[in-house]
């Protein structure tokens, strides 16, 4: 089997680790994951949570580069609806200048925080929230220096221009996302961490081979590895995803009740908050690549990345290191990038 693995660190603070800790903790995640043949290491996008410290993915990633050596590192993801293409085109600019051919930007279509947070970011711009393809198509035409003839901005440029670009990627977990990035031409990352319905899966894969058969199809799954199965299970125990469902019809993945609730209050719509079982792949490395394979052979997925959203920190990095290139013995794909 063919296919490449890499790591979404979203930064957990584990149990009593102060902020600086958490970071620092990451940059030694990265560190690893490099020395154990992962294609890329990726950092996320959440405010103000006092569970995940990773709030500034350009930031970090910056630093990261600057402590590993080949490995690629990326955002996943910037929240592109709170901030100008061209300003975000040109901070992964100076980063792919810096470092070239490490540098990923992974795009995401979500808030990556609340209403009161989205409003904070949002705060003294013109910002409807409706305009998220046209942001997207935007700072592809930046990083690819061709903004066309006809755009308003023709002429603008997203200096210094790198050699080599950054990777695009958009990170999504339905087939309409998977559409768009097949339409624009860019690698897709189906966040089944998030939605875990065979069916979705099923349909964002042939929507994106339908527009863009060449494509680079990922898939960022929820996995938890150990010396046994047992073990495994309960390291896992009955996690669940919460979701709230707006009126409007948007649905949002939160990390508890309260918050779900929350988002729910300051959104000004009505809402529901319903749980459902986290879809976890767990068990020993060999039962888990098992999996793996067979969703590569089902579903023509060119790279895995594994999220493991588990509060205990030796466990947790064991769990990376059993299941990865190098001890799974997997011929990599060379990174897309």
Same mark, same amino acid.
């Given at each position: ?28 995640l ?9 294609s890329? !290491?990726?950092?996320s ?5 006092? *569970? &995940? %410290? =990773? ?5 970090l $990633? ?39 051919g ?7 279509k ?24 046209e ?33 695009? !990627? ?8 998977? *559409? &768009? %990035? =097949? ?5 897709? $990352? ?72 929350k ?38 997925i ?17 769990s ?18």
């Amino acid at each position: 089997m063919s296919y490449s693995l890499g790591i979404l660190d979203q930064s957990p603070i584990i149990g009593d680790a102060t902020n600086e800790r958490t970071l620092q903790n990451t940059v030694a995640l990265a560190q690893k994951a490099e020395q154990l043949g992962y294609s890329r !290491f990726w950092v996320s996008e959440h405010h103000n949570t006092n *569970t &995940l %410290a =990773g709030t500034s993915p350009e930031v970090l $990633v910056s630093y990261l580069l600057a402590k590993t050596k080949s490995i690629n590192i990326g955002s996943g993801g910037v929240m592109l609806q709170h901030y100008s293409p061209f300003k975000v085109a040109e901070n992964f600019h100076v980063l792919a200048s810096l470092e070239p051919g490490r540098v990923d930007l992974g795009i995401g279509k979500a808030p990556g925080g609340l209403p009161l947070s989205t409003k904070a970011l949002q705060y003294g711009t013109i910002n409807t929230g409706q305009d998220f393809e046209e942001r997207l198509s935007f700072l592809q035409q930046l990083l690819d220096d061709a903004v066309p003839a006809e755009h308003e901005l023709h002429g603008i440029q997203a200096t210094p221009i790198p050699k080599v670009k950054p990777g695009l !990627f958009l990170l999504g977990a339905s087939p309409q996302s998977a *559409t &768009l %990035a =097949g339409k624009l031409g860019i690698a897709f $990352v189906f966040a089944r961490f998030i939605n875990s319905d065979h069916d979705v899966l099923k349909e964002a894969s042939e929507a994106y081979r339908m527009h863009y058969p060449k494509g680079h199809f990922a898939v960022a799954v929820a996995a938890l590895a150990a010396p046994t199965k047992e073990e495994a299970k309960d390291l896992v125990g009955e996690q669940k995803i919460t979701k709230v469902h707006l009126a409007s019809g948007r649905s949002l993945t939160l990390n508890s009740v309260e918050l779900a609730e929350k988002f729910g209050q300051e959104s000004g719509e009505s809402f529901t908050v319903k749980q459902y079982d986290a879809d976890i792949l767990y068990g020993t490395p060999e039962e888990i690549k098992e999996q793996l394979d067979a969703y590569h052979a089902q579903y023509q997925i060119d790279e895995f990345i594994l999220h493991t959203p588990v509060l205990k920190a030796l466990e947790r990095e064991r769990s990376f290191e059993l299941l990865s290139p190098v001890n799974l013995h997997l011929q990599q794909q060379e990174a897309v990038s």
